[in-house]
Nanobody, 115 residues
Framework: QVQLVESGGGLVQPGGSLRLSCAAS????????MGWYRQAPGEQRELVAS???????DYADSVKGRFTISRDNNKNTVDLQMNSLKPEDTAVYYC?????????WGQGTQVTVSS
C-alpha cells in the first residue's frame, strides 16, 4: 500500500520559515520524481517545486529564491524548506510521487501565513 505522509505545516508570521516533509512508503522511492503542490481556497492546485530522480529541481516563479526542495533516498523523504513566507503562500500543501503513468498523492498539510 502506497502512503505519502506530509508533516511540518502550521501557522507562521510573514517573513518566517517552515520546513515541510513528506515520508513515502510502499514505493521504490528512488525511482520516482517528487513534487510539492499547493491549493488555496477557491484556487486550482498548482506545482510549487519538483525534484527528479536525478535531483534536478524546478520551481514556480512565485517561490524561486525562497523555497528549496530536497530529497533523501535513504530515508524515503522529500522536504520543502520555505523561507520568507508571504500571506499568499497560505494553502494546503501536497506531496506527489510520479513514475511513468503512476501518481500518488499525500493527504496534505495546511500552511497559514498570517500576523
Amino acid at each position: 500500500q502506497v502512503q505519502l505522509v506530509e508533516s511540518g505545516g502550521g501557522l507562521v508570521q510573514p517573513g518566517g520559515s517552515l520546513r515541510l516533509s513528506c515520508a513515502a512508503s510502499g514505493i521504490v522511492f528512488s525511482w520516482h520524481g517528487m513534487g510539492w503542490y499547493r491549493q488555496a481556497p477557491g484556487e486550482q492546485r498548482e506545482l510549487v517545486a519538483s525534484i527528479t530522480r536525478g535531483s534536478d529541481t524546478d520551481y514556480a516563479d512565485s517561490v524561486k529564491g525562497r523555497f528549496t526542495i530536497s530529497r533523501d533516498n535513504n530515508k524515503n523523504t522529500v522536504d520543502l524548506q520555505m523561507n520568507s513566507l508571504k500571506p499568499e503562500d497560505t494553502a494546503v500543501y501536497y506531496c506527489k510521487a510520479s513514475f511513468v503513468r503512476n501518481e500518488y498523492w499525500g493527504q496534505g498539510t495546511q500552511v497559514t501565513v498570517s500576523s
